[in-house]
Every structure is written in C-alpha cells, then in structure tokens.
C-alpha cells in the first residue's frame, strides 16, 4: 500500500487513463475523488460532478473533497479532448473549447488545489499532456497548442514550487486505446488515426496510470518532472 494517506483528485475520471488512474491510485491505498461531467460512470470514493471549462464547478469540486477528506496532496489532471482538422478555415469554436478544456482546464484546477497541495507540506501534480506535447502533427495545431502550453505551465510551476514540498510532473502517453478518437470531429483525420490504431498494439489506460503511479510513489527527495510513455512500436 505505497500511498496510504495520500488523498487525491483526479479530473477526467470517467474515461479512459483517468478512470484507470483512479483504479491505480486506489489499489495503491490512496483515498480519490474522481472528478467528471459524466459522473455515472465514475468509480472514486467520492464521485463530484467537474466541468473543468467552468471555473464554479472547479471551486467547487476542489471544495467538496476537500471538506470529505480534510486535505488534499495528489493532484491528477487527466481531462481532455482532441478536436483536429486544417486551421485553414476551421470552425475556431473548437479551437477555444480545446485549449479550454486541455489547457485552462489544468491551469484553474491546479490554481483552485495549489493552497490545499501547499498546506499538505508534501504533494504530487501530474498532468497528463502528450507526446503531442513536444512533437506535431498536421491537423492538429490547436491540440498541440493545448499540449505544449501544459509543459510550459508545469514546467514553470515547478520551478516556482521547488523546495516547497509539491512536485510537479508531465507524462506524455502515445496512442493509448481510449475514447479520446471520438472527439476529433474531422473524419478525414478520424479514419487515418483510427487505421493506424487498429493496426498495431496501442498502450492500455493501465499502462499510463502505472506510470502515474511509478512518479507518485517515488520518495520525497526525487521529482520525475517529465515521462514520455508510447507503444513500442510508435516511432
Ligand atoms: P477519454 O476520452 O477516454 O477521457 C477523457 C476524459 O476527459 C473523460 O473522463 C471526460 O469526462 C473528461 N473531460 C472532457 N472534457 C471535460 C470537461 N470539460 N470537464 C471535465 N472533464 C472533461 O480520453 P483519454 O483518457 O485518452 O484522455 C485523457 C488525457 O490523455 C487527455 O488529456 C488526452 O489528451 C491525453 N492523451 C491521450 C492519448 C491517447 O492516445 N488516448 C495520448 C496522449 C495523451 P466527461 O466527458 O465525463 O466530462
């Protein structure tokens, strides 16, 4: 049990590396507050409605499991969505949901746990960015504006955090076997990424939060800032 006492949120719960992480974190005795729109289909030991788009439901999210568990000092932001298609003439709607979600999503989720992470004198955030992160694909330039802006957030937070007892990480997954394809909205796009997943061995869900888990439950003096995890046979 590597995590007894460790009292976590997780966002983006109701699917895919979230729903798994939840699983792991809880098999590895930490207490979790899964955190989804969808919360029928949340597994946490305290399931809260979370939109991270709307900054109230994020207050209050961040309240309710706080006041269940009295502290929080595990912090994983795993809600996203992958809206792809040409920037020649794309709908910008999308563009502002997706760097919305995947971008100040994370970014008022942590403002809204930093003082609680903080008070618990140790603590983890992890985000759950992407190999998109630090290489590009065409028809995807507002996800991997998403993406590299969470480096850029975290990596910055790190530095301002470091000593202060609250850790802060990266993981960036390859094609991991998820919902996530179901968001891109431009089937051109769709067909091409849902060939190339149906034609090799992808990462499971498992896989990621397993190495959520290998940086969580690192000991105190070592910060794993950045992990990049792919499918071996993902170039
Ligand atoms: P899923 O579609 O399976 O899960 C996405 C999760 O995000 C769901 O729980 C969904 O919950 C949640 N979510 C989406 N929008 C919101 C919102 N506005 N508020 C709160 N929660 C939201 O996909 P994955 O598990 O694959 O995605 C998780 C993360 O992993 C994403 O950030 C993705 O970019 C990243 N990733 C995935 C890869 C892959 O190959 N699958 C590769 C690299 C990175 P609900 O709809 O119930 O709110």
Redesign the pocket.
């Known amino acids: 049990m590597e995590l007894k006492n460790r009292h976590a949120l997780v ?9 798994a992480t939840v699983l792991a974190l809880h098999e590895a005795g930490a207490v979790v507050a899964a955190g ?3 919360t029928d ?1 949340l597994g946490g030991d305290l399931n809260l409605t ?4 709307d900054e109230s439901s994020i207050r209050a999210a961040v309240a309710a499991a706080v006041a269940e568990f009295g502290r929080l000092d595990l912090l994983v932001n ?5 809206p792809l298609g040409p920037v020649l003439g794309a709908d910008v709607t999308t563009w502002r949901q997706c760097l919305d ?2 971008l100040l ?1 994370m970014m008022l989720v942590t403002h809204a746990a930093l003082p609680h992470l903080v008070e618990a004198g140790a603590a983890d955030i992890v985000t ?5 992160g630090r290489e590009t694909y065409p028809g995807a330039a507002a996800y991997h504006a998403s993406k590299f802006g969470l480096y850029g957030f975290s990596e910055s937070l790190r530095k301002e955090l470091t000593g202060d007892g609250v850790r802060v990480s990266v993981v960036e ?4 076997e ?3 394809f179901g ?1 891109i909205g431009d089937a051109g796009l769709q067909a091409g990424i849902e060939g190339v997943l149906a034609g090799q061995r992808n990462l499971d ?1 498992a896989d990621v939060a397993a190495a959520v888990l290998h940086i969580v439950s690192r000991p105190p003096h070592v910060v794993v800032n950045n992990l990049q995890i792919r499918p071996s046979v993902q170039a």
């Open positions: 966002t983006g719960a109701s699917s895919g590396i979230g729903a989804a729109r969808r289909r979370l939109d991270v788009t795993a809600a996203g969505i992958m979600t995947n999503g759950v960015s992407s190999i998109g997954p390859g094609y991991t998820t919902e996530l968001s869900p």
